[in-house]
């Protein structure tokens, strides 16, 4: 077990409806790190977090937005969910960037 | 476009045959990492290799990357039904954060 905790663990929405993600860090670590996965593929980063600024983001449209707070714990909020954003989303937290990232299970959301 | 292709896509082997799991790009990589995913978990590192020609050995595994940091392989000895799962290959490339690979998926049947 890492440490990472996320919630909730499965989520159903609906096209057009907003959701938020959860993702507690691991202790000490001031760094979290967010990916889309889809079924059968490898996760594609979304954005990172270090000491609550938005530090990298890959290539998701404005829709997707986060959040880091004080304790280090990220939100992932995606407006206007289109059927394509169906995947599991997951969140690493490291030291710092470059340091190893350990991953929670992840949230399987399904957009219907 | 995906800068770390892997291949085999799928690989269903039967206990104790040998395997390995190519993960090639056009880029140069500070370092590249190799996970397993098992389902409905997030990925868990087996390791990483920072220097060009590495080899490590995690007991029937064994990783190597390439001379020029660009590729990467895996090769499981006597494969186990518990080493089932989805192989992802990771690297930085310019940056600290981690690109994934397209994965390779495991199926060891008894």
């Known amino acids: 077990e890492t440490g990472v905790t996320q919630s909730p663990t499965h989520l159903i929405k609906t096209r057009g409806q907003q959701v938020t993600l959860r993702c507690s860090s691991q202790?000490?670590?001031?760094?979290v790190s967010w990916y889309q996965q889809a079924l059968g593929q490898g996760p594609q980063f979304i954005f990172q977090?270090?000491?609550?600024?938005?530090?990298g983001r890959g290539n998701f449209p404005p829709r997707f937005s986060g959040l880091q707070f004080p304790n280090y714990s990220s939100e992932l909020n995606v407006n206007a969910l289109e059927l394509d954003d169906s995947a599991l989303y997951l969140c690493?937290?490291?030291?710092?960037?470059?340091?190893?990232?350990?991953f929670g299970q992840g949230t399987r959301l399904t957009v219907v | 476009t995906q800068l770390l292709e892997q291949s085999p896509q799928f690989l269903s082997i039967q206990e104790g045959e040998n395997l390995t799991v190519y993960c090639n790009s056009s880029?140069?990589?500070?370092?590249l990492q190799w996970y397993r995913q098992e389902p409905g978990e997030g990925p868990v590192l087996l390791v990483t290799?920072?220097?060009?020609?590495e080899v490590k050995k995690l007991k029937r595994l064994t990783f190597q990357f390439g001379d020029a940091r660009k590729d990467s392989s895996l090769h499981i000895t006597a494969a186990q039904t518990g080493d089932t799962g989805l192989y992802l290959c990771?690297?930085?490339?310019?940056?600290?954060?981690?690109?994934f690979g397209t994965g390779t998926r495991l199926q060891v049947f008894p």
């Open positions: 990771a690297g930085r490339h310019n940056t600290d954060k981690l690109i």
């Open positions: 690493a937290s490291s030291l710092t960037g470059w340091n190893e990232a350990f």
């Open positions: 290799v920072v220097t060009g020609g």
């Open positions: 977090y270090y000491r609550e600024e938005e530090n």
């Open positions: 880029s140069v990589f500070s370092s």
């Open positions: 202790s000490g670590h001031n760094t």
